[in-house]
């Protein structure tokens, strides 16, 4: 009778550690998919190949400060790629002025 009920008093210990391993992996499983959702909302953050951005950690943005590189700048109207701006640069052609002989 005393090995029944000292088998019973393990089951029930084991059966419990069990169970709070499996809540708690949910629980863990739950926070790394939601950690990697918000990444991956983060990359979508186009600051750093903005004309605009800085790079400088006081004034990120002088158009706008208090958004740049935060999820409200996704939708930033005023982005315009960095790319684009040095290729519109390249792509003009420099006045020169020539000394007439």
């Known amino acids: 009778m ?5 088998v019973i008093s393990v089951a029930g210990k084991v059966a419990v550690l069990l169970t ?6 949910g629980a863990f499983w739950t926070t790394i998919q939601k950690g990697v959702q918000y990444i991956s909302r983060l990359h979508q ?7 605009y951005f800085t790079g400088d950690y006081r004034l990120k943005c ?3 400060p208090i958004e740049a590189l ?9 982005y315009e790629c960095r790319k684009a701006s040095i290729d519109y640069a390249i ?3 420099i006045a020169r002025s020539y000394p007439k002989n």
Do not use: K
């Open 2 to 6: 005393v090995v029944f009920s000292l």
């Open 70 to 78: 935060t999820e409200e700048a996704i939708a930033c109207r005023d």
């Open 91 to 93: 792509a003009q052609p």
């Open 45 to 51: 953050v186009p600051c750093s190949q903005c004309t």
């Open 20 to 25: 709070l391993i499996a809540v708690s992996g």
């Open 62 to 64: 002088p158009v706008h």
